[in-house]
């Protein structure tokens, strides 16, 4: 739990650690190389949970609960964004269903915060939360990396949500196709890190013209690269930091 630089929240929170490969956009994962830092400086909660692997560190399909974390956003008075799980996925199949519902409960005894929930695996959130309550303060995304995952969206848009959005990033190619239709918020971003792979302009595009078609806020987050700050965020000449409104 931190402070952190990711441009569309305020804090991260992690209840889980760890994760699986699933698809394209998990081969770089930043949460990756964090863990196996994490493991290296003697955190307990990060042992085992990566492997060295072709001379980096990959998932080694390990999950861990941690129960102490659930405490957390009750000892912030001052009211934040927090992102859930930067370092895991709340619904990867191996997160108990209970242990969810136990996140949930935290969630709304915290109203003051705004959690941003994450998954590349939105099959299984649309088998859990509809058995949860619908909180105002809960963002529901999913993360699209190309357009071999489209389906993620449409699952997305059966979860009963606040707010939906999605995570284009790192995106590794075009989205061409999508429909926004129902998805509220829409962050575009390129991979950084040293083994980055290209986005194109063009693909940026592509998304824009859809959130404006759709009346999706479109959030740009970076251009990625090895260098991600050298390579900034401007798109066109500025900014653009667009943020949903509320829609219960």
């Not at 630089?5 to 190389?33: F, H, K, Q």
């Not at 290209?198 to 959030?219: H, K, L, Q």
Request: net charge positive.
């Amino acid at each position: 739990m931190a402070e952190t630089s990711i441009e569309w929240t305020d804090a991260t929170w992690n209840p889980v650690a760890g994760c699986t490969i699933l698809t394209a956009g998990c081969t770089n994962c930043y949460a990756m190389r964090m863990a196996a830092r994490l493991d290296a400086m003697g955190q307990e909660k990060y042992k085992g949970l990566t492997r060295k692997s072709g001379g980096r560190a990959k998932w080694t399909g390990k999950i861990k609960l941690d129960d102490a974390a659930l405490s957390i956003p009750a000892k912030w008075s001052k009211p934040r964004r927090v992102f859930v799980n930067s370092m895991s996925d709340l619904f990867h199949q191996d997160v108990p269903a209970e242990f969810i519902a136990r996140v949930w409960k935290v969630m709304a005894e915290t109203p003051r915060h705004t959690y941003q929930i994450l998954t590349k695996r939105p099959d299984r959130m649309v088998e859990i939360v509809p058995e949860l309550p619908k909180l105002p303060n809960v963002w529901l995304g999913t993360s699209v990396e190309d357009g071999r995952v489209l389906h993620r969206i449409d699952e997305l848009r059966r979860v009963p949500a606040a707010i939906r959005f999605i995570s284009f990033e790192p995106l590794i190619g075009s989205a061409a196709g999508a429909s926004l239709e129902n998805i509220h918020w829409a962050i575009v971003g390129g991979e950084s890190g040293p083994k980055a792979r290209y986005m194109d302009p063009a693909w940026v595009d592509e998304i824009e013209s859809m959130c404006r078609r759709a009346d999706t806020a479109f959030f740009f987050k970076q251009w990625g690269g090895k260098n991600k700050k050298a390579a900034g965020r401007m798109l066109r000449g500025r900014t653009y930091d667009e943020m949903p409104a509320l829609r219960m």
